[in-house]
C-alpha cells in the first residue's frame, strides 16, 4: 500500500510538506512529490502529522466482561482516537497473570489488526497483592510484556513492592503502581474535600496517594529499578515525583486527560459518570499537572480508558463503577488544556502523547521521528476541526464519557499503523478494511 499525504505540517510546525508512505516506511519526505502510480493521495490541506499516539493505560475488558468492551471495540476506538499501540490492563477475569492470558491478548490484538495491543501482566497473583506472579515467562511469551501492573488495586504491601521492583529490574521490566492506600480510600468514592463533605459523600485523601508515590519512590531508590505512576492526580504528587527526580530516582508519571481537565465541583449532580479512581480532585490539583506536563515533571498523558457498561455506571454514585472512556477524547482534552491555554506546542504533544510513553515501555517502533526511513506510525490531525461528544456515537461497546455534550477541539483524520489505515474520517475500521494476517515488529 503507498499513500501519499499531501500537504501535512511535521509536528504543526513550518511549511506544508508530502510524505510518501510506502512498504509500511516513510519513503520520502518534500515538496510537490509525484504520487506514484496506484497511490492513495490524501489530501491534508494543511494539517498536523504526529508520531502515532501510544497509550500505557487502558482497560480493553478482554478477558471477562466483553459486555463493556473487547479488544475488537476497543482498538477501534484507539485508532479512531490516533493510537497506534495501546497497553492492555490485566485486571481481566481470569487476570493477566500468566503468560496464557498475555499472549492471547496479544495475539488477540494483532488479528483485529487496528492498533497494537501491548498486554499488561499482574504484580500478584490474582491481583491479590501477596504472590508475586511469574513476570519472566510474561516477559518471555509472545506476548513480550515489557509492563506490569496490578492497576486498579495497590500493590500495598511494601515487602511484596520491594521484591517487585528487585524482580522486574533484574529483568529488565516496568512496575507500574496504582498509587492508592487502601486503609485510607475505605468506602471511598470521592476526592475528600468540601465539595465530597457537603454532598454527603465518603472521602478519598490526596494522602492515599501521595504516601505511596513517596514510599514507591524510596523503594525503587535503593533497588536501582524503576517505578512508573500511574494516573497522577494530585499537586502533592506532582512535588513528589518532582523531588524524587531531582535525586536521581528512576521515577516516571503519567497524567490521565479527565484529571487534567476535570474537577471535584462536578460532583453536584451525583452522575456516575464522574465517579473515577482516583477521583476528580480540585481545581488547584488540575493547574498543578497541567504545569507538570509542561515542564515535564510529568512524563506523559495515559488515558485510564475505563469502560463499563450502562447498569454500573448509571445508578446511585457511590454505586457506580469507578472509570472512564478516554481513548476517543484524549487528543482533544489535551488540546483544550495544553494547546489552546499556551502551556505546550503540536511537538510537545507528540512527546507527552507518543515519543515519551514509548520510550518508557522501550518500544522500538514507536514514538520514531517524522523522518524518511521510520516506520510509518502516524497521526494526521486537523487542528481547527471541534466536535461535540456523544458517548453514544463512540467505538466503545460502552458510553460512559465524562466529557458528554462538550465541545472539544481537534479532530483525527487519519490513523496509520506501519503504513496501513486504521482509521480515516471518523471510521474504524475504514471502509475496504482487511486486517492484517502475519505478525508485527513489536
Ligand atoms: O477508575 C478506574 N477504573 N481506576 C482504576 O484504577 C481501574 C479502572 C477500571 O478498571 O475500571
Ligand atoms: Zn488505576
Sequence with gaps: MTILLRSVLLYGEGDPVDVLVDDGQIAEIGQGLDAPEGADVVECDGKVLLPGFVDLHTHLREPGREYAEDIETGSAAAALGGFTAVFAMANTDPVADSAVVTDHVWHRGQEVGLVDVHPVGAVTVGLKGTQLTEMGLMAAGVGKVRMFSDDGLCVDDPLVMRRALEYASGIGVLIAQHAEEPRLTVDAVAHEGPNAARLGLTGWPRSAEESIVARDAILAR????????????????????????????????????????????????????????????????????????????????????????????????????????????????????????????????????????????????????????EPANLVVVDPEATWTVTGAELASRSDNTPFEAMELPATVTLTLLRGKVTARDGQSPPAGWSAATGESAQ
Excluded at 245 to 253: D, F, M, P, R, V
Design 222 to 373: 535503593d533497588a536501582g529499578a524503576r517505578v512508573h505512576i500511574c494516573h497522577a492526580s494530585t499537586a502533592g504528587t506532582v512535588e513528589l515525583v518532582r523531588w524524587a527526580k531531582e535525586q536521581g530516582i528512576s521515577i516516571t508519571a503519567e497524567v490521565t486527560p479527565h484529571h487534567l481537565l476535570l474537577d471535584d465541583a462536578l460532583l453536584e449532580s451525583y452522575d456516575g459518570r464522574n465517579r473515577v479512581t482516583p477521583p476528580l480532585r480540585e481545581a488547584s490539583d488540575a493547574v498543578a499537572l497541567r504545569q507538570a506536563l509542561a515542564d515535564g515533571v510529568i512524563d506523559c498523558v495515559a488515558t485510564d480508558h475505563a469502560p463499563h457498561a450502562e447498569h454500573e455506571k448509571m445508578c446511585e454514585f457511590a454505586v457506580a463503577r469507578p472509570g472512564m472512556l478516554g481513548l476517543q477524547t484524549a487528543l482533544s482534552v489535551v488540546v483544550e488544556t495544553m494547546v489552546r491555554s499556551g502551556l505546550m506546542t503540536w511537538r510537545d504533544v507528540a512527546r507527552v502523547m507518543s515519543e515519551a510513553p514509548a520510550a518508557i515501555v522501550g518500544l522500538p517502533d514507536q514514538g520514531r521521528p517524522l523522518e524518511v526511513g
